[in-house]
């Protein structure tokens, strides 16, 4: 008989820490790492990611909570306490993604500094949240997809016993589809293109972070349709029908997790998804027509609230720093 994983990590008195969020915290300590990192090479001190760190999580956490909340509303209606219940899971991404933006553009104006320069900086950080959060929806036993045979698990991806125990759902020996791996392994394939792309000469600022969502989406796209527990809305046939047609080709290797045609016939993940990829694209087409790209993603970061003095000095230091690492 396979053994679940408690989602309990330990208890103090009668507090239980869950896994989830020591793992969510990780997650954000090893976001900050990676921001502060890239900031020095700009001449941008750690304390100004440690402050972004402790306004854009509880951003963040508002936002994907609310963000799942709005569409599940009928769940929470008449349990309006179960709307702040987030240890026990239930938040999404995209709406985590739109409370830590909106947190940010404010935070990076109030600083003086310029958005897409800040971002694109946060952008592999904001990946390697994601990879790791979903660990978390892995100990909860959510975020999973449909029915899949054990052997697939087991012979076919060679997954180690713990992680084909927990996709033995509710121990009722039914297995799914483990879409928390497949999401993280797509989200460290990613940090490892971003690294590669923020040391080329022809990129400009925004790009990074456009090309971050370029490749979330993506992998998000595919992934979704996997799962069971989609959020969902009635939307016209012929979206459905689309949206439906883009992910055929993964139909040689994996069935679509079923929805309840009750609940909706388009996964909203996947409709967003689909939007955020024409932006991205059409936001670094638009912007390199119009010469709106003129910063390179690796010149120098100066604020306009700094004094003359200290924005020479953050700007010679970011200038001997970046110069050498981006020859040849």
């Not at 507090?15 to 976001?31: E, M, N, P, Q, S």
Request: net charge neutral; aromatic share 14%; proline share 3%.
């Amino acid at each position: 008989m396979s053994m679940m994983i408690n989602p309990i990590a330990f208890s103090i008195g009668s507090i239980d820490v869950r896994w989830y969020g020591i793992i969510l915290g990780t997650a954000a300590l090893v976001g900050l790492l990676l921001a502060v990192q890239e900031g020095k090479r700009f001449g941008i001190k750690p304390d100004f990611f440690m402050d972004l760190l402790l306004l854009g999580v509880p951003s963040a956490v508002i936002g994907a909570r609310i963000y799942y909340v709005a569409f599940k509303w009928d769940d929470y209606k008449n349990n309006l306490m179960d709307v702040f219940k987030i240890w026990n899971g239930g938040i999404a991404i995209y709406g985590a993604l739109i409370g830590a933006f909106i947190c940010g553009y404010f935070y990076f104006r109030y600083k003086g500094y310029s958005f897409w320069r800040l971002v694109d900086i946060c952008a592999p950080s904001l990946l390697a949240g994601q990879m790791i959060g979903r660990w978390g929806n892995f100990m909860n036993q959510e975020a999973y997809g449909g029915v899949v045979e054990e052997s697939f698990l087991r012979d076919t991806l060679h997954l180690p016993n713990f992680i084909v125990n927990q996709m033995n759902i509710n121990g009722e020996g039914i297995y799914h589809h483990p879409a928390f791996l497949y999401e993280s392994v797509w989200s460290l394939v990613g940090i490892a293109i971003l690294f590669i792309l923020r040391r080329q000469k022809f990129l400009r600022a925004g790009e990074l972070v456009a090309s971050y969502f370029i490749w979330y989406s993506i992998g998000r796209f595919f992934i979704e349709a996997l799962r069971t527990d989609s959020l969902a809305f009635q939307g016209p046939a012929w979206l459905a029908s689309l949206v439906n047609g883009l992910w055929t080709p993964m139909t040689v290797v994996f069935e679509q997790g079923y929805l309840d045609p009750a609940y909706g016939n388009v996964r909203i993940s996947q409709l967003l998804a689909i939007g955020l990829i024409i932006a991205a694209i059409a936001f670094i087409v638009i912007r390199r027509v119009t010469g709106a790209a003129s910063a390179r993603y690796s010149d120098p970061i100066v604020s306009t609230k700094e004094t003359g003095a200290s924005a020479s000095e953050s700007a010679a230091a970011a200038e001997l720093d970046i110069a050498p690492k981006t020859e040849g």
